[in-house]
């Protein structure tokens, strides 16, 4: 859009120019203006993004994390490690396979099982979060890709890191 306005802008002032050189130079000025704005297409609108995820094939089934997926760790200080362990159960009737456990960041580290969850089973998934130059509130999420509809699945650690009060400032 901005292209436009700026190629608009750009022949309205070359045809100011032309047209104050010649005869009747308001009226030529408006029709170069005219034509510009009749001839100036609108941009595309961009494709939508293909999804991310694959639509898991095979059998699918159903997780629920205990504490509603999010742990709040507190209040800790600049530098520290937080860990925990989410548990979650196999709600559905048949095998849990988690493909995937990735962290918002390198600083969000998930560990996942890497054998299935039989259905009414109970699994975890470890997460450990270093603090290090994170200050401020926190919320790191963790995207689950399973055997599941829809296929991921979002856990959250929450709280405040505190700058640490023995840090060399610069």
């Not at 299935?116 to 509130?137: D, H, L, W």
């Amino acid at each position: 859009m901005i292209k436009q306005i700026l190629s608009f802008a750009a022949v309205l002032a070359l045809a100011f120019t032309v047209s104050s050189c010649q005869s009747g130079g308001d009226a030529a000025v408006r029709d170069a203006a005219r034509q510009t704005v009749e001839t100036v297409t609108p941009p595309a609108s961009p494709a939508a993004p293909a999804p991310s995820v694959a639509v898991p094939s095979g059998p699918i089934t159903t997780v629920a994390f205990a504490e509603n997926g999010t742990f709040d760790f507190g209040t800790v200080t600049e530098g520290e490690i937080v860990s925990h362990t989410f548990s979650f159960t196999n709600t559905g009737s048949e095998p849990l396979i988690i493909s995937d456990a990735k962290g918002s960041c390198g600083c969000t580290v998930p560990s996942k099982p890497t054998a299935p969850i039989a259905p009414g089973e109970e699994g975890e998934i470890t997460v450990q979060f270093n603090s290090k130059n994170k200050k401020g509130a926190r919320n790191q999420k963790v995207t689950i890709t399973a055997n599941t509809n829809p296929a991921q699945s979002f856990i959250y650690l929450t709280g405040t890191v505190n700058p640490d009060p023995n840090a060399v400032t610069q």
